[in-house]
């Protein structure tokens, strides 16, 4: 087998890099119009938060080929062979889905953040056992729902933080 690999989906990782560069720059703004420490502390903390969440993001990938399933994080590898696996199960929460591949030992969760979602979950119900896989996964392969509340929110948020540049930058524009 070809190994795959599965990142996160574009439509998520966009709206994080533009909430972490407009914070970034409400940061920059701020600290060069001359504001008091006090006031850079929201900027700083919404830069670093920001900064942290899409190198996470960008971090993550899922990766199957003839061993198992590796699940790769900003702060660690983890991997279960398709033998150990003895159950794929997932939790639907209206439109987030939360997919967990558990043996003996460990598991291995994952959401429906990431792209090809429909090829991922194939692909896994191909390489287990079919006593292994939970009886809502094949629904969900043939119609993976995608949810979109957090790209809007990020995106709102990205709204906001041009919003407050703006309001910095206005002084000078007068």
């Given at each position: 087998m070809k190994p795959k690999e599965y990142r996160i989906r574009t439509a998520?990782?966009?709206?994080?890099?533009v909430c972490t560069?407009?914070?970034?720059?409400?940061?920059?703004t701020s600290w060069h119009q001359g504001e008091p420490p006090g006031r850079l502390f929201i900027p700083a903390l919404l830069a670093l938060l920001f900064?942290?969440?899409?190198?996470?993001i960008?971090?993550?990938?899922?990766?199957?080929?003839d061993r198992g399933i590796t699940q790769r994080r900003l702060y660690g590898?983890?991997?279960l062979s398709f033998?150990?696996?003895l159950r794929f199960d997932a939790t639907r929460m209206r439109k987030r889905v939360f997919f967990a591949l558990s043996s003996a030992e460990n598991y291995l969760l994952f959401s429906n953040a990431y792209g090809d979602l429909k090829d991922l979950i194939h692909t896994l119900i191909q390489r287990l056992p079919a006593a292994a896989i939970g009886e809502d996964i094949p629904p969900l392969a043939e119609n993976p729902p995608l949810h979109l509340g957090s790209i809007v929110?990020?995106?709102?948020m990205a709204g906001i933080l041009g919003v407050g540049i703006f309001?910095?930058?206005?002084?000078?524009?007068?």
């Open positions: 998520l990782i966009v709206p994080h890099l560069l407009m914070a970034l720059g409400l940061l920059g900064t942290f969440l899409t190198i996470n960008l971090s993550r990938r899922l990766r199957i080929d590898a983890k991997t033998e150990e696996i929110t990020l995106w709102l309001l910095q930058i206005q002084p000078l524009l007068s």
